[in-house]
């Protein structure tokens, strides 16, 4: 058992070396109505009822264009990993999901197609996108877009109707409110008002609300290092101290979402993943949806998935035709109406109940920086961890992330 | 005669081609997918490799990169001290049930698969068991508080492998009792190579049950030691999927879980650097090398000794 990662990185490794460099560039003046073959589609597949979404979908591209045929294969298991052996064995899905947290890693390895000349010959308005999900896949100057988002979500604000309700509280809407807010319901009995993650994808949301950031990714240099991100991380790091907050760990749980789900803490700062959690494990806690605090600015992390195609992939065209479907407002509407996820354009109405998380993206920054940035993530991560855990404070969380983007931003 | 001789070696020798013909197939394999993959993470670790982008050729730097890196430094200690605590446990455990299970009488098979089910149990499925018995609210602080301690006032918040100080402890804890059970098969078997006159012509020379057990058993035992001695510590150099699943590719909680094998796949599948991980790849497999020499030397001779 413990050999197989072992062997996979060895396979790996001996895939990337044979092959030839294929795929070269493909005309991007066509008519898609006349463009005809197989394109297969991969992506991963969290529930059921995203894959009943999905087929829906599909079947509204089937017959708009009936002479593309779509091979859907899904992955299983563990996704970047898959995808990375594809990548080295030169034999890409033509159409594939990328997370924005990978994005910029892949396109610096040069996995993903352009997608400039499909979106200016082809006639492709990205000016519908919210504009926080289509950064995250550009290129770092913005010049260069390597995929477009198929939905989204951004962190807000979850609670327990009925403990705040109990204890007279109203959902916070600034900072301060958090406090006295938390305060009321620890005077109340509940024991845990806020589980908080200890992890930069939700510390983040609250470094972009006190006006601090992570990484100009446009100058290559670390925002991090700065006095209102110093600010925001010792605020965090406080709510801890003062009771009024334990991580997902300190609480036994594995997120934040299970907190929440048994009623260990009233408020917790989630997505839109939380919904089909809650409803098939803990469909009996009431709970609802509210825009996050806001600290000297309305600010929030938003998280997005984008369809692209592989830059050596055989069918470019018909890639492109099903990618523009996809992310189209026809093919969004399809996909996003049932609720399994997000739209990321302004032109297709959110689900009952996602209001406020659409509604986010209008201020979120991207989850998205530089090539490296799990290095970072970790060095933030684990620093942070040990502060909450009494080793240490925000000087030594901003630090060991100063350390490691400067690293990063050093590197070819 | 002569022909009669003649006639012998051909058949041998037919039977010999035969046997490797048999073997061919499997060996060929072996030979590619093990040495093959071998002698080339050796040739790419010299290399700056990553998914698609050109590579180069950049001799020993990914080695003088990990001479400095303090995550590498982080791996390859916790991967060490892990061993250095694991592998004396397991081999005590897994001889005590041996011994145990030798002697008693009734129900052998059933507490020989009893001690042996979590070996073949699927190691994944074990740790998130595991996770849930040493979360703040599981099994573990129950029965602690059931003992009357109350874990939450523990420095570690009663949160065993959420915190840095305990985690890679608790793994320990985990892997001694899922491997004991290999372990004390390997015992059961040497146990059973012991000729039963020693204890017979023991006992009538006045030797006590400690005595037959510390000047006939244990040295008896000596290739069981040296076997045991070199899976266990091979196996908990390459410890992956417990780390993996309870603390993710960074070896969360604070790097505590971050072992050799951790940081390689983190490297490569994360980070896409994959020459820098053959490099990581190539000193474990130094370590590993070094360490099966060394209990060579010590326990090989102790085991030729017990042979002779």
């Excluded at chain 1, 994005?103 to 610096?108: F, L, M, R």
């Excluded at chain 2, 089910?117 to 994944?124: D, G, K, N, Q």
Aim: with cysteine.
């Amino acid at each position: 058992m413990r050999r197989i990662p072992m062997l996979a990185a060895a396979l790996a490794l001996v895939a990337a070396g044979c092959g030839g460099s294929g795929g070269g560039s493909t005309a991007t003046t066509f008519d898609p109505a006349k463009v005809s073959g197989t394109v297969v589609l991969s992506g991963w597949q969290a529930s059921p009822e995203e894959g009943a979404a999905l087929k829906q979908t599909l079947d509204g591209f089937a017959a708009k264009y009936p002479k593309i045929k779509v091979d859907y294969q899904p992955v299983q298991g563990d996704y970047p990993t898959v995808m990375v052996a594809k990548f080295s064995a030169h034999q890409p899905p033509d159409v594939f999901y990328v997370d924005s947290s990978v994005a910029p890693d892949w396109i610096k390895q040069g996995a993903l197609e352009s997608l400039n000349g499909y979106l200016s010959d082809q006639h492709f308005d990205t000016s519908k996108f919210f504009p926080g999900y289509l950064g995250a896949f550009k290129s770092p100057d913005g010049s260069t877009t390597y995929g477009l988002p198929k939905d989204g979500n951004t962190l807000a604000l979850a609670y327990d109707n009925q403990m705040l309700s109990s204890a007279g509280v109203q959902p916070p809407t600034t900072w301060d409110e958090m406090i006295s807010a938390g305060q009321k319901l620890k005077a109340a009995g509940v024991s845990t008002p806020y589980c908080l993650a200890d992890d930069l994808a939700r510390v983040g949301a609250f470094i972009y609300q006190n006006g601090g950031g992570i990484i100009d990714v446009k100058n290559r240099r670390d925002l991090i290092d700065s006095p209102a991100t110093r600010q925001a991380v010792t605020w965090y790091l406080d709510l801890y101290k003062q009771g009024l907050a334990r991580s997902d760990k300190d609480l036994g749980v594995a997120w934040c979402g299970e907190a929440l789900g048994r009623q260990k803490a009233a408020m917790i700062f989630e997505g839109g993943w939380l919904d089909s959690f809650m409803q098939g494990s803990y469909p009996n806690v009431k709970y609802t949806w509210a825009p996050m605090p806001k600290g000297k600015q309305q600010a929030t992390l938003g998280f997005t998935v984008s369809y692209s195609i592989g830059k050596e992939s055989a069918h470019k065209q018909a890639a492109w035709v099903l990618l523009s479907y996809l992310t189209g407002q026809d093919g969004m509407k399809l996909w996003t109406q049932g609720g399994v996820a997000n739209p990321t354009r302004t032109d297709v109405p959110p689900a009952a109940g996602k209001d406020v998380l659409v509604q986010g993206a209008k201020y979120a920054h991207p989850w998205s920086f530089v090539a490296g940035f799990s290095k970072v993530l970790d060095a933030f991560n684990n620093a942070f961890t040990g502060a909450e855990q009494g080793n240490g404070s925000a000087d030594t969380v901003i630090s060991a992330a100063k350390t490691a983007i400067d690293q990063q931003l050093s590197g070819p | 005669m002569i022909r009669a001789a003649r006639r012998g070696r051909t058949q041998r020798s037919r039977e010999a081609i035969a046997g490797y013909l048999f073997v061919a197939i499997p060996l060929t394999l072996y030979a590619v997918y093990q040495f093959g993959a071998l002698g080339y993470a050796f040739f790419i670790s010299f290399w700056r490799w990553e998914i698609l982008g050109p590579t180069a050729f950049v001799g020993p730097h990914n080695y003088q990169v990990l001479l400095a890196d303090p995550a590498f430094h982080r791996a390859v200690v916790n991967s060490v001290y892990y061993a250095v605590v694991v592998v004396p446990c397991q081999m005590a455990l897994g001889l005590v049930l041996a011994v145990v299970v030798n002697q008693i009488w009734f129900g052998r098979g059933f507490f020989r698969a009893a001690f042996y089910f979590p070996a073949i149990a699927s190691s994944a499925a074990i740790t998130v068991l595991y996770i849930y018995i040493m979360a703040p609210d599981g099994l573990f602080n129950h029965l602690l508080q059931l003992l009357g301690a109350n874990p939450s006032l523990f420095w570690n918040r009663g949160n065993w492998l959420g915190n840095g100080a305990t985690a890679l402890q608790s793994i320990m804890v985990l892997n001694v009792w899922t491997t004991s059970g290999t372990m004390m098969l390997f015992y059961l078997a040497g146990l059973q190579a012991i000729p039963t006159d020693l204890y017979e012509q023991a006992s009538v020379d006045g030797a006590g049950t400690w005595q037959r057990f510390w000047r006939i058993t244990f040295p008896m035992l000596a290739p069981s030691h040296y076997l045991v001695a070199v899976t266990s510590v091979i196996g908990a150099l390459q410890l992956f999927d417990q780390a993996y699943i309870a603390g993710g590719s960074d070896g969360n909680p604070n790097q505590a879980l971050l072992t050799m094998v951790l940081y390689l796949y983190d490297v490569a599948f994360r980070q896409f650097e994959f020459g820098y991980a053959a490099a990581v790849g190539i000193v474990l497999f130094a370590i590993i090398f070094a360490a099966t020499l060394l209990q060579r030397r010590f326990f090989g001779e102790v085991s030729w000794a017990a042979a002779q």
